[in-house]
Nanobody, 119 residues
Framework: QVQLVESGGGLVQAGGSLRLSCAAS????????MGWFRQAPGKEREFVAA????????SYADSVKGRFTISRDNAKTTVYLEMNSLKAEDTAVYYC????????????WGQGTQVTVSS
């Protein structure tokens, strides 16, 4: 059974940095992709970034390009989201998710971690 556990959220001032972690377990992820999503109060969940476990190719939402970096540690089956130059509008609950590369639906989700950026 796939399990995803996020950590690293918290309160930070605008312009600051945070690093989120997502520890994955329960299967071999070589044919999977890992993503970060976020949901702000009153808004729909939105895509933030994604990375393939094999090869490491990445993609980002336009709103975070140049500020956020997604990476993975295959040995630890952990994915990171390094967030720099944080803005108040980055405040949200951040979720990690995973799916097989060939599937369109993100089927496995973590519990979420709160990120609050004070202006």
């Amino acid at each position: 059974q796939v399990q995803l556990v996020e950590s690293g959220g918290g309160l930070v001032q605008a312009g600051g940095s945070l690093r989120l972690s997502c520890a994955a377990s329960g299967r071999t992820f070589s044919t999977y992709v890992m993503g970060w999503f976020r949901q702000a109060p009153g808004k729909e969940r939105e895509f933030v970034a994604a990375i393939r476990w094999s090869g490491g190719s990445t993609s980002y939402a336009d709103s975070v390009k140049g500020r956020f970096t997604i990476s993975r540690d295959n040995a630890k089956t952990t994915v990171y989201l390094e967030m720099n130059s944080l803005k108040a509008e980055d405040t949200a609950v951040y979720y990690c998710a995973t799916k097989p590369i060939v599937v369109t639906t993100w089927g496995y989700w973590g519990q979420g971690t709160q990120v609050t950026v004070s202006s």
